[in-house]
């Protein structure tokens, strides 16, 4: 055949194969820019996008060539100012995202509010934290601060059905993002600052109904009960469940990380190894039974512990589990013959101390630094795991512990040392080598999310969004986004675009950046560059009315409680339960508008000055009762 004979001949072959794609699209009734949008990546549909932690993503449209060309497209403000570390889930072009009280559905191209949900606690005692939400048939899954978890119907916001699975009177909460997989929905207990016994249970997607639980701390017949040696530290011995799990769904393993023991730093209070504390604990996801497990650091003291999902993969035969902690490596596990492959530092690593001291230690990192609660992932095109972290070192002093329900207590004192900067590490996958690292200005916390275009994006608690070669760990594009990125940075496609969407601003204890108020801001190349909302600003001349209590305690529980604890006692050396007997109005407003640090700035940005009126007759008339 000639070769003109060819040509013809493929153009006829290419010609029918399009009228096919067209017909199908029509048959099925769907716009050809929306079956594209059916093709992998499009979608981001699960906290870390793979249920086995691995947040790679397959679009390319943006690569090291353009990246510089990304800019802001919109942006939505969820919530007044609190804390905001959760994932973002994008389903059917719609965006899932929640803060503490608020859940929302965002349109993936305009910001366009879709539906939202406040929830409002049944208890009073309730923690502000949360990590994320599930999505799975058409519900919304999520914890809440005052532990319970809840179902919504994803179309419209309607709750489905509430359980209560934890007691926020001892301190409990669900602040962990939960994982929906085949019907059930997985979710831990957080608190461990406060003694509570943390544990992780599965429910029933439609139902809510409880079907298994295992206890993170043992007792009685239960393996490793003999791990604590004195006599009832295990009731109150932490272990709770804060971050995000994975799971392999071949295997059918569950794989959670647990949260440091209680007290945190009297570790003579709980002599013993203290499992399942500082542990990478694997379950059966069907049954709940223990399988195995691996604890990073026995009888902790600093607070070294697991929070971020791991990320599971296949280097040649070899079934890996790598994750990251707040000891501040990054580690690698023979999943088969349970041998660690590499243990690599991804910040500053000081000395070891055996144990705090009353005249105090170095901790470097621990506490606030290290990896938190989004950890490691996998570039596939490069073959790294690259990881965000906190560079963070602390006095860490041994002190008295006293165990009173709910009440948060350390057995200490911990307070930062100099600097708080962070880092983005890759090394590689097979052997832990560090291929580049790049020193942020503030800590890196915000999901890392590496594409098959061959850049990586995350961000830091400065406000900016990063954007990476993921091969050289060039930065090739900074955009400031105005608030503080601490949960989701994830990416997908709608009408064949690439889209880039992130979780900005946030007010918590690993606040050692811009704050600024919980705002989903959306990128994509092209994208205007759009002036950042100035933050909302009081006239120093404005007059605050009469002070209600009532708002001043919501305000306390969005804003304060995660540096000062429900009894506003966390801080040791400065117990704000004393300032009933000692304070007044007019200091107290005079302490919140001019804070000395590490206490955050929050007026007149974030605060108005009724709302420092309400906080401060809430800290003087109802605070602890």
């Known amino acids: 055949m000639s070769s003109s004979g060819r040509l013809s001949l493929l153009r006829s072959v290419l010609s029918g194969w399009l009228l096919g794609v067209s017909a199908l699209c029509a048959a099925a009734a769907i716009p050809p820019a929306v079956a594209q949008d059916s093709l992998p990546g499009s979608e981001w549909l699960?906290?870390?996008?793979?249920l086995d932690g691995e947040r790679y993503s397959p679009l390319k449209q943006i690569t090291p060539a353009n990246a510089a060309k990304l800019g802001e497209l919109c942006r939505l403000q969820i919530d007044g100012p609190t804390t905001y570390e959760a994932g973002l889930l994008v389903v059917n072009g719609v965006i899932y995202t929640d803060t503490g009280r608020e859940t929302v559905a965002i349109d993936a191209k305009t910001c366009a509010l879709r539906w939202?949900?406040?929830?409002?606690?049944?208890?009073?005692?309730?923690?502000?934290?949360?990590r994320g939400l599930a999505v799975m048939n058409g519900r919304v899954f999520r914890g809440t601060g005052d532990a319970r978890l809840i179902a919504l119907d994803a179309a419209t916001g309607k709750l489905l059905w509430k359980d209560v699975i934890g007691l926020p009177e001892f301190g409990e909460s669900a602040a962990a993002a939960p994982l929906a997989w085949n019907g059930v929905v997985y979710i831990g207990i957080a608190g461990s600052e406060a003694g509570v016994r943390g544990r992780v249970m599965a429910f029933d997607a439609e139902t809510g109904r409880e079907l298994w639980r295992f206890n993170t701390i043992p007792m009685g017949h239960e393996i490793g009960a003999d791990t604590w040696t004195r006599t009832g530290t295990a009731k109150t011995g932490g272990g709770g469940v804060w971050g995000a799990l994975s799971i392999d769904v071949e295997s059918g393993e569950l794989f959670v990380p647990v949260g440091n023991p209680w007290p945190d730093i009297d570790k003579g209070y709980r002599p013993g190894s203290n499992l399942f504390t500082d542990s990478m604990v694997i379950l059966d996801a069907r049954t709940g039974a223990l399988k195995w497990w691996y604890q990073v650091t026995a009888n902790d003291w600093g607070d070294l512990d697991l929070v971020a999902a791991p990320?599971?993969?296949?280097?040649?035969?070899?079934?890996?589990?790598?994750?990251?902690?707040?000891?501040?490596?990054?580690?690698?596990?023979?999943r088969d013959t349970h041998r660690v492959i590499f243990h690599t530092p991804v910040t500053t690593i000081g000395e070891r101390y055996a144990a705090a001291t009353p005249q105090g230690v170095l901790s470097c990192p621990g506490y606030a630094g290290g990896?938190?609660?989004n950890g490691p992932t996998l570039d596939r095109l490069s073959g790294a795991l690259i990881t965000?972290?906190?560079?963070?070192?602390?006095?860490?002093?041994?002190?008295?512990?006293?165990?009173?329900?709910?009440?948060?207590?350390?057995?200490?004192?911990?307070n930062p040392q100099g600097p708080i900067t962070g880092w983005v590490t890759a090394v590689d996958s097979e052997t832990g080598a560090v291929r580049w690292r790049y020193h942020a200005e503030k800590p890196v916390i915000a999901g890392v999310t590496p594409t098959a275009g061959g850049v990586t994006f995350t961000g830091d608690l400065a406000g900016n969004l990063l954007v990476f070669d993921s091969r050289t760990g060039a930065l090739l594009r900074q955009v400031q986004t105005g608030g503080a990125l601490a949960g989701g940075v994830v990416t997908y496609a709608v009408g064949g675009k690439q889209y880039i969407a992130v979780a900005s601003g946030n007010i918590s204890r690993t606040a050692f950046g811009a704050l600024g108020l919980p705002s989903v801001v959306i990128l994509a190349l092209n994208g205007r560059r759009s002036q950042i909302p100035a933050a909302q600003r009081a006239s120093f001349s404005e007059r605050a009315g009469a002070p209600d209590i009532e708002r001043g305690r919501t305000l306390y529980f969005q804003v304060c409680v995660t540096c000062h604890g429900p009894n506003g006692n966390q801080v040791s050396d400065h117990p704000l339960s004393r300032l009933a007997g000692h304070g007044d109005q007019a200091s107290t407003v005079r302490a919140i508008e001019n804070p000395k640090l590490p206490m955050p700035k929050l007026y007149p940005q974030l605060l108005t000055r009724q709302n420092v009126a309400d906080v401060a007759a809430y800290l003087l008339h109802d605070l602890g009762e």
């Open 371 to 373: 990896v938190e609660w």
């Open 116 to 130: 939202k949900f406040t929830y409002v606690p049944d208890d009073a005692r309730s923690s502000p934290s949360n």
């Open 46 to 50: 699960s906290l870390n996008n793979h």
């Open 388 to 414: 965000g972290s906190v560079d963070a070192c602390f006095d860490v002093r041994l002190g008295t512990t006293r165990y009173a329900a709910g009440a948060v207590n350390f057995g200490g004192s911990i």
């Open 311 to 334: 990320v599971l993969y296949r280097d040649g035969t070899r079934d890996v589990l790598a994750f990251a902690g707040k000891d501040g490596y990054i580690t690698a596990i023979d």
